[in-house]
Structures are given as structure tokens and as C-alpha cells.
């Protein structure tokens, strides 16, 4: 029963070692090696043109400047290599919703660009049972139905529960760009909420 006991133990602990490991990928040794090539370095250019979109108090120029960077983020994606296509289908799609919801924000429009997004994730995912891969679309979702439906402190809460998808899954793929731009966003957008917070409540 003792020896059942440590067997478990020493299970628990392989899985959790395991389910880490992408941690431990992203942040090895050879971390500057890796995130200083081409994709990497776009996408850190893509962070930094997408500071200033979560500065906006403007929601108009806030959706045009997040369109750009899903411009260049396209790309970064693209250049990462087969993992990351889901997310690159992921920010074409995005540019088009951008557009859209800053000119209407039709019911039926919004489900258009979401049901595009779920077809194209089944389709360009390596594997769609790999739930990590949920992240990222569901993220999107999330963008999309704050773009569509709602301003200001409630459509950047959205967004900033999307974020958290997006960090998660950023790390998953090892892309130091699209971390970064997750990680500032949550919080400048924290900040952006609470400084209209104080002019408006939710």
C-alpha cells in the first residue's frame, strides 16, 4: 500500500513536470538564441505598434490600430511554422472583423466572423483534439463579441479575459512577440478600465 503510495506521487509529479514543459521551453538557456530570428523579431515589431492601440480611449482609432497589428502578427505566425497557422488564419480573420464592426454592429455579422473562425481553426489546426489549440480561438471569440457588442470598460474586460487565453497559449507556442503584446495589453488595458472606470461606471 506504502509502495502504491509513492508510485502515485511519483506520477503526479511526472505529469505536472510534463504538463510544464512548455515553460521550460520557452524560458531555457538558449533564449536568445531562439527569440532573436526573423518571426520572433516581427513579432516583437507587431508589440510594439500594438501598445499604443490599447492607450486608445478612442474606439474607433482602437480597432483600426488593432487591425495593423493582426496585420503583422499574420505574418509572424506564419513564419513560426505549422503549430502556429491556426493562429495566423486566426489574425486574418481579424482584420476583416476589425474593419467590419467599427462601420456596424449587426447581430449576423458578428456570427459570420465567428463561425469563420471555428471552420478555419478545425481546418488549419494540427490537431484539433490538442485542447491547448481551443485557447486561441476561443480568445478570438471573445475579441469579436467585445468588438461587436459592446464599448468601452465592458468590450476591454472581454478582451482582457481573452488575453489571458492568449498568454497561456502563447507560451504553448513559443512565440516571445505575441506574449509580450498579451501580457502589456492585459495590463495597460487594466489600467485603460479603471481611467474609465472613474468617468463612467460599467
Known amino acids: 500500500m506504502h509502495e502504491q503510495s509513492i ?4 506520477l503526479s509529479r511526472e505529469q505536472t513536470v ?5 515553460l521550460y521551453q520557452f524560458f531555457g538557456s538558449d533564449f536568445i538564441e531562439k527569440y532573436t ?20 480611449r478612442n474606439d474607433n482609432a482602437f480597432r483600426w ?3 495593423i497589428v493582426n496585420i503583422i502578427m499574420t505574418l ?16 486574418i480573420v481579424n482584420i476583416f472583423r476589425n474593419v467590419t464592426s467599427t462601420y456596424t454592429k449587426n447581430y449576423l455579422a458578428m456570427l459570420f466572423f465567428i463561425a469563420l473562425m471555428w471552420l478555419f481553426y478545425f481546418f488549419t489546426t494540427p490537431d484539433w483534439k490538442q485542447f491547448i489549440h481551443y485557447f486561441s480561438v476561443i ?18 474586460l ?12 502563447s507560451l504553448w507556442i513559443g512565440s516571445l512577440g505575441s506574449l509580450a503584446i498579451e ?12 481611467k474609465l472606470s472613474k468617468k463612467s461606471p460599467l
Do not use: C
Request: hydrophobic letters at 55%.
Open 37 to 56: 530570428t526573423v518571426p520572433q523579431l516581427i513579432g516583437i515589431l507587431g508589440y510594439l505598434v500594438g501598445v499604443s492601440a490599447f492607450l486608445q
Open 7 to 10: 508510485i502515485q506521487i511519483h
Open 139 to 156: 480568445g478570438t471569440t471573445l475579441v469579436t463579441i467585445a468588438l461587436f457588442r459592446f464599448e468601452q470598460q465592458k468590450m476591454r
Open 18 to 22: 510534463d504538463s510544464l514543459n512548455f
Open 76 to 91: 509572424h505566425f506564419y513564419l513560426l511554422g505549422p503549430e502556429s497557422y491556426p493562429a495566423a488564419i486566426l489574425n
Open 183 to 194: 501580457v502589456t495589453f492585459a495590463i495597460i488595458n487594466i489600467i485603460t478600465i479603471i
Open 158 to 169: 472581454l478582451i482582457l479575459l481573452s488575453s489571458a487565453l492568449w498568454i497561456i497559449y
Open 65 to 67: 490600430q488593432l487591425t
